[in-house]
């Protein structure tokens, strides 16, 4: 089955960019599907960041849209996220999840997440 | 966006029912049949319990219900198990083609 996996730094500098990378295994990143970026700052609830088709098609959470920026690597099976500008406010655990075009809002599998920490 | 609004905490006692209520506008939950429902224990990932309102993955118990009227989605949990003790989450698709999140629920199993 389709398994999913963050990585990427645990550390960010204050004004620097965080860049993760979710890789996708026993499945292809090209199937009728979106991928999405789903954070959760420490005790507190969940907030989507975005999506991406395979085809490049991207949607975006509005109050994050001027720093995000998310990507398909179809080449490695895998999708990026970009999130610049960080303040301690983005410190989190950033989950991918594998999303369903013709069920909006079905977010599964995740990966287990990667705790992010903006700090200098 | 707004979070979608869900009651803080709920509890109740082994064998009971439940029901979380999740609300929003008629530019969310009240405009599509996209309400999903997540179970998240402590330090674990989620784990999608129901989708398209009343759908249930394969692997999740039948004790597990959703429904929606109007602009509140609700899920049920019948037969209140110690194992149901976490955190929940709706989502909702929204008319802007984005996805929202619920604000969470704890639930305690007394």
């Known amino acids: 089955q389709v398994q999913l996996q963050e990585s990427g730094p645990g550390l960010v500098k204050p004004s620097g960019t965080l860049s993760l990378t979710c890789a996708v295994s026993?499945?292809?990143?090209?199937?009728?599907?979106?991928w999405s970026w789903v954070r959760q700052p420490p005790g507190k609830g969940l907030e989507w960041i975005g999506e991406?088709?395979?085809?490049?098609?991207?949607n975006y959470n509005p109050s994050l849209k001027s720093r995000v920026t998310i990507s398909v690597d179809k080449s490695k099976n895998q999708f990026s996220l970009k999130l610049s500008s960080v303040t301690a406010a983005d410190t989190a655990v950033y989950y991918c999840?594998?999303?369903?075009?013709?069920?909006?809002?079905?977010?599964?599998?995740w990966g287990q997440g990667t705790l992010v920490t903006v700090s200098s | 966006q707004s979070a979608l609004t869900q009651p803080a905490s709920v509890s109740g006692s082994p064998g009971q029912s439940i029901t979380i209520s999740c609300t929003g506008t008629?530019?969310?939950?009240?405009?599509?049949?996209?309400v999903s429902w997540y179970q998240q224990h402590p330090g674990k990932a989620p784990k999608l319990m129901i989708y398209?309102?009343?759908n249930r993955p394969s692997g999740v118990s039948n004790r597990f219900s959703g429904s929606k009227s109007g602009n509140t989605a609700s899920l049920t949990i019948s037969g209140l198990q110690a194992e149901d003790e976490a955190d929940y989450y709706c989502?909702?698709?929204?008319?802007?083609?984005?996805?929202?999140f619920g604000t969470g629920t704890k639930v305690t199993v007394l």
């Open positions: 026993g499945g292809s990143i090209s199937s009728s599907n979106w």
């Open positions: 398209d309102v009343s």
């Open positions: 991406i088709y395979h085809s490049g098609s991207t």
């Open positions: 999840a594998r999303g369903y075009s013709s069920s909006w809002g079905r977010f599964d599998p």
């Open positions: 008629s530019s969310d939950v009240g405009g599509y049949n996209y």
């Open positions: 989502s909702s698709y929204t008319s802007s083609s984005t996805q929202v």
